[in-house]
């Protein structure tokens, strides 16, 4: 039986990542160089869409392994407003898997000209994002046809990892890194179809949840629900869902959570708590015991360090995003008239 495109692409991304890894070593190593060598203390990332969620994912690692804040760049005051920004200390970074947004090439030749070093994160080298930047990370993910960005979205998380362990400097954080695509690879031949089940069928909202780095996969989990299946998924910390939005949890609102290991655990697993006094349905993805989350529908997940976790847990949660648009009758590879490359401005 063939598989859809976009089914194809989250196999191949263990494959991706690894690659990346060993290919991409000394031109990561070259940016943090750079990066070290005019003092940056701080970065600015601009991006757009599944781009913008993985920097999400390096609001975290950033500051939790170099003490670096992490800003996500507003575009539209460089291209709308023209209004000069203060980059002194700053890295600027942009994401973008076809590197042909205008809005995120501006910011980082904003930043070239302004003297800042800049990095550009790109699935197409000769991109314009990629001639902006004095240093360009190859994401080398081959060609993504499906409109869900899968494998540049673990190729871009990777990229920031690799390249938070060379500014930290840290041996034992690199070889962490190192044995992600295997867990990667476990996941996907462990889990199967990961499917709905009661707490999620027949949906048309639901909230999605993590925190740490993980509040990075609530997004990205939440934008893949949406895209693929038009279904209103609205991601947050745990933190923030307790501040008024828990408000939208019950029988017709389902909660999808990330819940993996570590200090954000606990609130997670308050969060779920609540979810079922509110008589939602819940779904977890989760390297802990089902046991924590009472009669919850859990999906295991590999267990990795933390830090690092985002690269296994967004895996089920492409699967379960493709597997609901297939209930409901959706074209994966082409949803909704979707187009794969926006430009913005």
Same mark, same amino acid.
């Given at each position: 039986?063939?598989?859809?495109?976009?089914?194809?692409?989250?196999?191949?991304?263990?494959?991706?990542?690894?690659?990346?890894?060993?290919?991409?070593?000394? /031109?990561?190593? $070259?940016?943090?160089?750079?990066?070290?060598?005019?003092? =940056?203390?701080?970065?600015?990332?601009?991006?757009?869409?599944?781009?913008?969620?993985?920097?999400?994912?390096?609001?975290?690692?950033?500051?939790?392994?170099?003490?670096?804040?992490?800003? *996500?760049?507003?575009?539209?005051?460089?291209?709308?407003?023209?209004? %000069?920004?203060? @980059?002194?200390?700053?890295?600027?970074?942009?994401?973008?898997?076809?590197? $042909?947004?205008?809005?995120?090439?501006?910011?980082? $030749?904003? &930043?070239?000209?302004?003297?800042? %070093?800049?990095?550009?994160?790109?699935?197409?080298?000769?991109?314009?994002?990629?001639?902006?930047?004095?240093?360009?990370?190859?994401?080398?993910?081959?060609?993504?046809?499906?409109?869900?960005?899968? #494998?540049?979205?673990?190729?871009? @998380?990777?990229?920031?990892?690799?390249?938070?362990?060379?500014?930290?400097?840290?041996?034992?954080?690199?070889?962490?890194? +190192?044995?992600? !695509?295997?867990?990667?690879?476990?996941?996907?031949?462990?889990?199967?179809?990961?499917?709905?089940?009661?707490?999620?069928?027949?949906?048309?909202?639901?909230?999605?949840?993590?925190?740490?780095?993980?509040?990075?996969?609530?997004?990205?989990?939440? *934008? #893949?629900? #949406?895209?693929? /299946?038009?279904?209103?998924? $609205?991601?947050?910390?745990?933190?923030?869902?307790?501040?008024? %939005?828990?408000?939208?949890?019950?029988?017709? /609102?389902?909660?999808? &959570?990330?819940?993996?290991?570590?200090?954000?655990?606990? =609130?997670?697993?308050?969060?779920?708590?609540?979810?079922?006094?509110?008589? &939602?349905?819940?779904?977890?993805?989760?390297?802990? =015991?089902?046991?924590?989350?009472?009669?919850?529908?859990?999906?295991? @997940?590999?267990?990795?360090?933390?830090?690092?976790?985002? @690269?296994?847990?967004?895996? !089920? +949660?492409?699967? *379960? &995003?493709?597997? *609901?648009?297939?209930?409901?009758?959706?074209?994966?590879?082409?949803?909704?008239?979707?187009? #794969?490359? /926006?430009?913005?401005?």
């Amino acid at each position: 039986m063939s598989r859809t495109l976009l089914e194809r692409e989250i196999a191949e991304q263990p494959a991706v990542v690894e690659q990346l890894l060993h290919g991409q070593r000394g /031109t990561i190593a $070259e940016a943090a160089a750079r990066a070290r060598a005019t003092d =940056s203390s701080w970065v600015l990332i601009a991006a757009r869409g599944t781009s913008d969620n993985a920097a999400r994912y390096a609001q975290h690692v950033l500051g939790l392994r170099c003490g670096m804040p992490v800003a *996500l760049a507003t575009p539209s005051l460089t291209t709308l407003y023209r209004a %000069p920004l203060r @980059l002194d200390g700053a890295l600027v970074m942009g994401i973008s898997q076809s590197g $042909e947004s205008p809005d995120v090439c501006a910011v980082v $030749e904003a &930043a070239r000209a302004a003297g800042r %070093p800049t990095v550009a994160i790109t699935n197409t080298p000769g991109s314009v994002l990629a001639r902006a930047a004095d240093t360009t990370i190859g994401l080398g993910a081959g060609p993504e046809r499906s409109v869900a960005a899968t #494998k540049t979205y673990t190729a871009s @998380l990777a990229a920031l990892a690799a390249l938070t362990v060379e500014l930290a400097g840290d041996e034992a954080l690199h070889e962490q890194l +190192a044995r992600i !695509p295997e867990a990667m690879a476990q996941q996907l031949a462990g889990q199967g179809d990961v499917v709905a089940g009661d707490a999620l069928a027949g949906i048309e909202r639901c909230a999605v949840i993590g925190r740490g780095p993980n509040h990075a996969t609530a997004f990205e989990a939440a *934008l #893949k629900i #949406k895209e693929l /299946t038009a279904i209103a998924a $609205e991601p947050y910390s745990p933190a923030d869902l307790m501040h008024g %939005p828990v408000a939208v949890l019950g029988p017709a /609102t389902p909660l999808l &959570a990330i819940a993996v290991d570590g200090p954000a655990l606990p =609130s997670v697993i308050d969060a779920v708590a609540d979810a079922r006094r509110r008589g &939602a349905g819940r779904l977890v993805l989760s390297d802990v =015991s089902g046991d924590r989350f009472g009669a919850e529908e859990v999906v295991p @997940l590999v267990s990795v360090p933390e830090w690092l976790s985002p @690269l296994v847990s967004i895996l !089920p +949660a492409q699967a *379960l &995003a493709a597997q *609901l648009a297939g209930e409901r009758g959706i074209d994966v590879d082409a949803p909704f008239g979707l187009n #794969k490359v /926006t430009r913005t401005i």
